[in-house]
C-alpha cells in the first residue's frame, strides 16, 4: 500500500523555539494532506486541511498563526509549530489518500512525538 | 458523516477470535464503514472497510448487518500484538474529506 513519511519521530525543543515537522508521500502524490494532533489517552483530533497550492483549512479553536501548514509540492505538507509552549507538547499525525489509484483509503504517517520543555 | 459508538475497551485471549462490535444507527446509504487501529505511539493503521457486503482480507473480516446499523470487526486469531486501540468510522467514500476519529475500543489480546 502507498506509504506516508512523517519526520522527525520525536522531538525535544524549549520553549519559544519552533518546530517543523514533515510528512512526504512516498510513492504517490497527495493533493490533500491532513494534519491530527493527539493527548495522551485521547483520540486524534484534526488540526488542519493541507491543500497543495492553496492555503490550509483550519480547524476551529486552531491557531493559524501558531501552526504554519505549507503544502507546497504535491508530495510534501509541513507543520511548523512556532513559538512552541509547553502545552503544545502532544503527538501529531499526518495523513494523506492516493487519488491516483482511485483510492477510498487514507494512509497515515508513523506520528510525531513534540515535548516542549 | 454518522456517528459511531463502541465499547470503550475488550479483552481477548490469545489465539481466539476478536469480535470488536460498532453502532451506526445513523448511517447513511452512501457512507462506507471503516476500520483503523492504533497501536500505541504509531499513526493509524488501515484494516479493512466496506459498504454493504461482508469483506475479508489478510487482516480481519467485516460483518455488516442487513440494514447497515451495525458492523463488527472480527480478528480471527489474536495475538500480541494486535493490542490497539481500534477505530469504526462512517463516512462517503471518494471525497476531498478527512477521518474523524471517535474514541474507539482499546482491545487487550491476552496470553
Known amino acids: 500500500g502507498a506509504v506516508v513519511s512523517q519526520h522527525p519521530s520525536w522531538v525535544i525543543c524549549k520553549s519559544g523555539t519552533s518546530v517543523k515537522i514533515e510528512c512526504r508521500s512516498l510513492?504517490?502524490?497527495?493533493?490533500?494532506m491532513f494534519w491530527y494532533r493527539q493527548f495522551p489517552k485521547q483520540s486524534l483530533m484534526l488540526m488542519a486541511t493541507?491543500?497543495?497550492?492553496?492555503?490550509?483549512?483550519?480547524e476551529q479553536g486552531v491557531e493559524k498563526d501558531k501552526f504554519l501548514i505549507n503544502h507546497a509540492s504535491l508530495t510534501l505538507s509541513t507543520l511548523t509549530v512556532t513559538s512552541a509552549h509547553p502545552e503544545d507538547s502532544s503527538f501529531y499525525i499526518c495523513?494523506?489518500?492516493?487519488?491516483?489509484?482511485?483510492?477510498?483509503?487514507?494512509?497515515f504517517g508513523s506520528g510525531t512525538q513534540l515535548s516542549v520543555l | 458523516d454518522a456517528k459511531t459508538t463502541q465499547p470503550p475497551s475488550m479483552d481477548c485471549a490469545e489465539g481466539r477470535a476478536a469480535n470488536l462490535p460498532c453502532n451506526h444507527s445513523t448511517i447513511s446509504g452512501n457512507e462506507y464503514v471503516y476500520w483503523y487501529r492504533q497501536i500505541h505511539s504509531q499513526g493509524p493503521q488501515y484494516i479493512i472497510h466496506?459498504?454493504?457486503n461482508n469483506e475479508t482480507n489478510e487482516m480481519a473480516s467485516l460483518i455488516i448487518t442487513e440494514d447497515r446499523k451495525s458492523s463488527t470487526l472480527i480478528l480471527p486469531h489474536a495475538t500480541l500484538r494486535d493490542t490497539a486501540v481500534y477505530y469504526c468510522?462512517?463516512?462517503?467514500?471518494?471525497?476531498?474529506?478527512?477521518?474523524?476519529f471517535g474514541a474507539g475500543t482499546r482491545l487487550t489480546v491476552k496470553p
Open positions: 468510522i462512517v463516512r462517503v467514500s471518494n471525497n476531498n474529506n478527512d477521518m474523524r
Open positions: 493541507s491543500n497543495e497550492g492553496s492555503k490550509a483549512t483550519y
Open positions: 466496506g459498504l454493504k
Open positions: 510513492d504517490f502524490q497527495a493533493t490533500t
Open positions: 495523513s494523506a489518500r492516493d487519488y491516483g489509484t482511485g483510492n477510498e483509503k487514507l494512509f
